[in-house]
């Protein structure tokens, strides 16, 4: 059974710093590329970024390009989301998932299902 599992969200100014992590276990995850998706109150779950289960190739929506950055840590099945510069707008519940591809070397930050899903884990970015 694979198992997601996020930590590192908290509450930060605007222009401040955090960042995410996701533990995987429980499973090969070959083919699969790992997300964050985020959803604020009342919005639609969008997707904020990705990295591919080979190379380590990334994507990023439009909205988070040059602020965040998606790393793997293979070591310890560790993906982390630096976000710097942080808006109000970042606002959300950030999940990490698992989403397979037949081509390993892509993912697609534009993606918005997935196969296996973490809990979640609240930013809060406010003065």
């Known amino acids: 059974q694979v198992r997601l599992v996020e930590s590192g969200g908290g509450s930060v100014q605007p222009g401040g710093s955090l960042r995410l992590s996701c533990v995987t276990s429980?499973?090969?995850?070959?083919?699969?590329?790992i997300h964050w998706f985020r959803q604020a109150p009342g919005k639609e779950r969008e997707g904020v970024s990705c990295?591919?289960?080979?190379?380590?190739?990334?994507d990023y929506a439009d909205s988070v390009k040059g602020r965040f950055t998606i790393s793997r840590h293979n070591a310890n099945n560790t993906v982390s989301l630096q976000m710097n510069s942080l808006k109000p707008e970042d606002t959300a519940v950030y999940y990490c998932?698992?989403?397979?591809?037949?081509?390993?070397?892509?993912?697609?930050?534009?993606?918005?299902?997935?196969?296996?899903w973490g809990q979640g884990t609240q930013v809060t970015v406010s003065s």
């Open positions: 998932a698992a989403a397979y591809y037949t081509d390993s070397l892509i993912c697609d930050a534009d993606r918005v299902s997935a196969d296996y």
């Open positions: 429980g499973g090969t995850l070959n083919f699969y590329a």
């Open positions: 990295i591919s289960s080979s190379d380590g190739n990334t």
